[in-house]
């Protein structure tokens, strides 16, 4: 079981940035999205597939359809540059697994 | 303001031992699971172990299972991890990070908060 990221998006200041993540599990497993920026800590920005976490702007969304969850970041802004990572457990809930994580640059 | 302090790590030679501690503080630590997750350096995230609330149930990925021991003291608030016959490839930044644990029957199998890091680096 994996779980499948582009390794990289861009977009410009204020337009729309969607990451992807893929995975068969998914369906029936809840897709999670960390924030992380260089020589920091990740921070939880969406949880449970779309209820975006404590603090984070609303600019943030999460969907998911099928074997798929999406990242969205309606008007992007420069301080958004990071790497997004997905994550989700197994189907027997003995393990975590994390996409690859995609690095968003913002031109 | 919760906080999650990792120590510990440091410079070690291939086959040799460490133990990472990690510091909780401003959230009743003995209510939540916690796990340890680490980052090779320019690598993305790979989970290692999860603890529950009261220390009875452990989980490790197998890349660690039968090497590294998860273990918690509630009473010092304070999460661990024992790393034995270290190998190159645990060269990484250890987080410790909270379990929600607010999810039936035990575990959300998700960070709500994660601490700053700890660097191992294993070479000879």
């Known amino acids: 079981y994996e779980l499948t990221q582009p390794p990289a998006v861009s977009v410009s200041p204020g337009q729309t940035a969607r990451i992807t993540c893929s995975g068969d599990?998914?369906?029936?497993?809840?897709a999670y999205w960390y924030q992380q920026k260089p020589g920091q800590a990740p921070v939880m920005v969406m949880y449970?597939?779309?209820v975006r976490a404590s603090g984070i702007p609303e600019r943030f969304s999460g969907s998911g359809s099928g074997t798929t969850v999406t990242l969205t970041i309606s008007g992007v802004q420069a301080e958004d540059e990071a790497d997004y990572y997905c994550?989700?457990?197994?189907?027997?809930?003995?393990?975590?697994?994390f996409g690859g994580g995609t690095k968003l640059t913002v031109l | 303001q919760v906080h999650l302090v990792e120590s510990g790590g440091g410079v070690v030679q291939p086959g040799r031992s460490l133990r990472l501690s990690c510091a909780a503080s401003g959230f009743t630590f003995s209510t939540y699971a916690m796990h340890w997750v680490r980052q090779a350096p320019g690598k993305g995230l790979e989970w290692v172990a999860l603890?529950?609330?009261?220390?009875?149930?452990?989980y490790y990925a197998d890349s660690v299972k039968g090497r590294f021991t998860i273990s918690r003291d509630n009473t010092r608030n304070t999460l661990y991890l024992q790393m034995n016959s270290l190998r190159a490839e645990d060269t990484a930044v250890y987080y410790c990070?909270?379990?929600?644990?607010?999810?039936?029957?035990?575990?959300?199998?998700?960070?709500?908060?994660w601490g700053r890091g700890t660097l191992v680096s294993v070479s000879s």
């Open positions: 994550q989700s457990a197994d189907s027997n809930e003995t393990n975590v697994l």
């Open positions: 599990a998914l369906p029936n497993q809840y």
């Open positions: 990070a909270r379990d929600p644990s607010s999810c039936p029957p035990l575990f959300c199998w998700y960070f709500d908060l």
């Open positions: 449970t597939d779309t």
């Open positions: 603890i529950s609330h009261d220390g009875n149930n452990k």
